[in-house]
Structure formats: structure tokens, C-alpha cells
């Protein structure tokens, strides 16, 4: 609801741009709400159209709002980091999210798989013969470690594939990356303080501990992962690595770099905390063994999820505890009970012990690669030598890098949405987002072969090259 009053000497379609902007930065509007449409808000105002579409393109130009073909202008998503302070409660309004989220034609976002990654009828009767064959367990509360014939499971997994050396009783079931660095960092707290992060980085492990009055480090990354002389230039005793493709960028650590690391860990009495989140979906040259094979008695937390093959809606993942850690969470863990449902958990060990997980693992790592390298060829062929590809060979989506560009990555970002293509932004990822080309993070999971190539072609033609 807007109030126009005739007082003063600002001019009307600059008292509708404050009206809006002040809705969006305070919540009122959150992101994705449609607004009024021109000739709409124009009548209710009983002003002319030329006023509100002028307020609408200074919105626009300013990335508050963005537009959609044939629907019309919708409020953007704004980083709460960038806000000014008196707008910071903004994370604090209720918004409704579901209702109002806009499906594009072509979504680029790099976590988000494809309906067939999911194998609903299986995973259905699954469901079933748990339900009937342990109805009887459902009248308790389950190991709050995770059902043992499932940590069993992934054990076996682990080892074969990863070259992870553990024993179940050493595994955790958890809900996801936070449920475990929720538990990680209140076990750490007892003998640590500071936390290195790599940077640019996954977001949820700085949120986790900082939430838990960790100091936060962050660690420049380069082509080999984590930049080990920057860490050890630090006073952090804990760090967060993706060594075997890292988050967002795609570099994979090398093992002379990784025993260095495992090294720094053993000198400052130090943890590392190993998140293997894609180590599945490697397209080409041979798999990488996890860091934590490499010294399985070092005080090293491996991390892995079910969200990037499987998906990311069943909220199931492990951790691997080292032995020392393990008997701090049996102390301080011993009164909680799990996250995560005991009937997804028992449907998860039917799934994984009948050799489901190895032939699903397969049948998506066989798509993904046709997808990613369906991507890569799209890209060369629209963008040429204009773009250049960070991290392709792994994992469900690319950076790409354009050369020589002033546009702002909210620019990029608004100009595909005008085309029906969403992106995500990188930029959120960085401590020091200055002084380098504009990158934008092309996610494949979610879409078609053709998608892909139709998505890059307009993405080329947004940007103008
Ligand atoms: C670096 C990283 N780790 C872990 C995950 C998986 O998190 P979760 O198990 O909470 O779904 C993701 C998902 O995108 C990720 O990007």
C-alpha cells in the first residue's frame, strides 16, 4: 500500500522509487513478490504511467527489482550482508516463500538436481517393506548415532570408493551440513577458537561457527585448493577444506599439498574438517581419495552427504569421527537424539545393501557427464575466448569467468532473469569480493540437454558480448 502526498518538492516518481525501496529493504516486500503492475499502481495513485515507470527503471537500475517476460517487475533477492545497518532485522520478517517462488525456464542453480535423480518407485517400496518389517521399532526413539546397519553401509561405502578408514561406530548419521558442523563445533570449542574457512567458500560453515563464537580466517584459495602458507600464517587451529573439489571454484588439492595439510594439523594440534560433498560425480581422469585415507589417525572430521546424487529434499548425511573427537560427543552428546527419521534411514540401508547406491551412482554420474560436457561444449561455442571455465570436470556445476567485463555481477544476474534465466550469485562466497573479473557459478543438475544449450545461447545475448 502506497501514500502519496502532494507536499514538498520531491517529485512524484521519486516518492514511489523511496516508498518501494524502503518495502524491499525492510521486508515488507520480500523477494520474489510481484508488484503492481504500471497501469495498475498508475490508477491506484491516480498518477501518470510515466511516473511509476519511471520509478520502476530506477528500481530496476539499481537491482531492487528485476522483470520477467510477459509476467511483469518482481522484488529481487538482496545478500542481508549488503544491507545497511538500519535494515539489518530484514532476515527477521516472516516471508512466505513457497507460494511466491518463481520457477524459471532455465535455472542454472548449481545444487538443485533433475527429477530422475530421485528413483521414486524403488525408494517407494523401499519405504514400505521398512515400514512393515520395523513397525515395531517405530514406538521408540532410534540410535541417536544413526541406524547401525545403515552406518554399516556407508562404511563399507566409504572405504571402497573413498578410501575413508573407519569403523561404523566412528560414523554419525546426520541431517545435512549444518546438523553436523552444529555438532562439530561445540565438540572443537572445548580446546579451539579460531576457524579457517576457505574463501571463496561454502557459506554454512563460517554461519555454524561463528554462531558458536568461533573466530573466523579466511583462507585465500588457489589453483591447488586451499593456500597452505596463508593458513599457517594464521593462529586458526581448525579448519573447513573441500579438497577434492573445491567449493565454489573446482580445484582439487594435491597429495603433496594434502599431507602438508595433515602435517600443519599434527603440529598446531590442530582439526581438519574434510567436506567430500560431490567426491562422487567425477567425470573424467581417476577418483581422488579422500584426505582423511591418507592418515586415518590424524584429527580429521570427514563430511559427506546423499543431497548431489540422491537428493537434496531427504536431509540425510554422515560424518566420520576421529576416535579423540568421538569420546568428547559421546560426553556431550549423550542425552540428544537424531535429526534424522528412522524410516528414511532403514528405506536408505535397504536401498544402499541391495546394490541400489552403486547402480544409481552410476546411472547419475552417466548423465551428469553428458550434461556437463553438453555445458562445457556450449560455452565454447557461444562465449569463445570471451569466457574462460573455473572447476569443469566434477561435481554439478562450472564457474565462468568473462573476460574483460564491467558489467556487475547484479547486472548479470538481473539481465538473465529478464530472459527467464536464473543465477545464483557467487559473490556471497567471498570475504574479498574485489579485483577480479566477474564470475557467475552455471549449475547443470536441473536441466535438460537442450535447456542447457538454449540457457547459455541467451545468456550470451543478455550480457552482449
Ligand atoms: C560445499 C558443500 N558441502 C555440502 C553440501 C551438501 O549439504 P547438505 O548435506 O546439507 O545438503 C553442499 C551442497 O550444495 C555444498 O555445496
Redesign the pocket.
Known amino acids: 500500500m502506497f501514500i502519496l502526498d502532494n507536499k514538498g518538492r520531491q517529485p512524484l516518481h521519486d516518492k514511489i522509487y523511496n516508498q518501494i525501496k524502503n518495502q524491499i529493504l525492510s521486508g515488507q516486500l520480500p523477494p520474489a513478490t510481484k508488484l503492481l503492475s504500471i497501469k495498475n499502481l498508475s490508477a491506484e495513485l491516480s498518477v501518470s504511467r510515466n511516473t511509476v515507470e519511471y520509478a520502476y527503471q530506477q528500481l530496476y537500475a539499481e537491482g531492487y527489482i528485476h522483470s520477467k517476460p510477459r509476467s511483469g517487475y518482481y522484488v529481487s533477492l538482496i545478500d542481508p550482508e549488503f544491507l545497511p545497518s538500519s535494515f539489518s532485522h530484514i532476515g527477521m520478517t516472516p516471508r512466505k516463500v513457497s507460494e511466491d517462488r518463481i520457477v524459471y525456464s532455465f535455472d542454472f542453480h548449481p545444487?538443485c538436481l533433475s527429477s530422475e535423480s530421485f528413483p521414486t518407485n524403488l525408494w517407494r517400496k523401499l519405504y514400505i517393506e521398512s515400514l512393515q518389517e520395523d513397525s515395531e521399532q517405530l514406538a521408540f526413539y532410534s540410535d541417536q548415532q544413526g541406524d547401525f546397519a545403515l552406518r554399516s553401509e556407508i562404511q563399507r561405502y566409504l572405504a571402497h570408493s573413498r578410501g575413508v578408514s573407519c569403523d561404523p561406530e566412528q560414523i554419525v548419521i546426520c541431517s545435512?551440513?549444518?546438523d553436523s558442523l552444529s555438532i562439530i563445533a561445540p565438540i572443537l570449542k572445548e580446546n579451539h577458537s579460531t576457524f579457517a574457512v576457505e574463501d571463496p567458500g561454502?557459506f554454512m560453515p563460517k554461519a555454524v561457527f561463528r554462531n558458536h563464537s568461533f573466530a573466523i580466517n579466511p583462507i585465500p584459495v588457489n589453483s591447488e585448493g586451499l593456500d597452505l602458507e596463508s593458513l599457517q600464517k594464521t593462529n586458526s587451529t581448525v579448519v573447513y577444506v573441500?579438497p577434492s573439489h573445491q567449493?565454489p571454484l573446482g580445484y582439487v588439492m594435491p597429495v603433496a599439498n594434502r599431507l602438508k595439510l595433515i602435517d600443519w594439523a599434527e603440529t598446531v594440534g590442530g582439526v581438519i574438517i574434510e567436506?567430500d560433498?560431490d567426491s562422487e560425480l567425477r567425470y573424467h581422469g581417476r577418483p581422488i581419495p579422500a584426505l582423511q585415507g591418507l592418515h586415518p589417525g590424524a584429527n580429521i572430521v570427514y563430511v559427506g552427504?546423499f543431497?548431489k546424487v540422491l537428493s537434496?529434499a531427504l536431509r540425510v548425511?554422515y560424518m566420520v569421527l576421529p576416535y579423540r573427537l568421538l569420546t568428547i560427543y559421546r560426553k556431550l552428546f549423550s542425552d540428544y537424539s537424531t535429526n534424522v527419521s528412522l524410516l528414511d534411514q532403514r528405506t536408505l540401508n535397504k536401498f544402499m545393501e541391495k546394490g541400489n547406491w552403486e547402480r544409481h551412482l552410476r546411472k547419475m554420474r552417466t548423465i551428469y557427464k553428458r550434461k556437463h560436457d553438453e555445458l562445457i561444449q556450449s560455452i565454447h561455442h557461444h562465449f569463445g575466448s570471451k569466457a574462460n571455465i573455473i572447476g569443469q570436470g566434477a561435481g554439478l556445476h562450472v564457474v565462468l569467468e568473462l573476460v574483460g567485463n564491467s558489467l556487475t555481477e547484479g547486472e548479470l544476474i538481473n539481465r538473465a532473469r529478464d530472459r527467464d534465466v536464473q543465477l545464483l550469485p557467487i559473490s556471497g562466497m567471498y570475504f574479498n569480493n574485489t579485483g577480479r573479473d566477474p564470475q557467475i557459478m552455471l549449475g547443470f543438475g536441473r536441466m535438460s540437454s537442450n535447456e542447457i544449450d538454449r540457457g547459455i545461447g541467451l545468456l550470451y545475448q543478455a550480457w552482449n558480448l
Open positions: 545444487a545435512g551440513l549444518q561454502h573441500t567449493f567436506d560433498y552427504t543431497s537434496p548425511s
